[in-house]
């Protein structure tokens, strides 16, 4: 697989500096804290406009990741891209039918089972969120090596 120009490699070092770290930080809050993030949550829903808010400011940041992100070669392209999308079409989630995703959070809430996946989920994405620190902080940029060129023998 050819490996992405320089800049795009660059580029998607920029993005996993600071996705990662944010990444890391909230998913491991919430992996600690959800059952007792259900106040501030139901708070946050009994108030209409700042959940429109929020949407919008999620999807506007999500369209930032996608229109300044556009490489999708290599595997920390391809995360920070798809953190891009899924940003945007939660923020517009929360614009468009805030009600559904008010009942999903309720729904996983109530019942143990689905708030241990949610809190093995936050789990998995405060590592990705580390590994997205260290590739964005610590790593450098794949360098193509020119190919030999070949000799034809008859």
Do not use: C
Request: charged share 10%; net charge positive.
């Amino acid at each position: 697989m050819p490996t992405a120009r320089i800049e795009a490699q660059e580029r998607s070092r920029a993005f996993a500096r600071v996705i990662g770290p944010y990444v890391a930080t909230f998913t491991t809050v919430y992996a600690i804290r959800l059952p007792a993030l259900e106040g501030l949550i139901n708070d946050l829903f009994g108030q209409p406009v700042m959940v429109f808010f929020l949407g919008a400011l999620m999807l506007a940041g999500g369209l930032v990741i996608i229109g300044g992100h556009r490489s999708w070669r290599g595997p920390l392209a391809v995360t920070v891209s798809l953190f891009g999308w899924f940003v945007a079409v939660r923020g517009f989630l929360l614009v468009a039918n805030p009600k559904a995703i008010q009942s999903g959070v309720d729904d996983t809430l109530l019942s143990p089972t689905a708030t241990l996946v949610a809190r093995i989920f936050f789990g998995v994405m405060a590592v990705i969120g580390l590994l997205l620190t260290y590739a964005g902080w610590f790593t450098r940029p794949v360098v193509a090596q020119p190919s030999a060129p070949t000799t034809i023998t008859m």
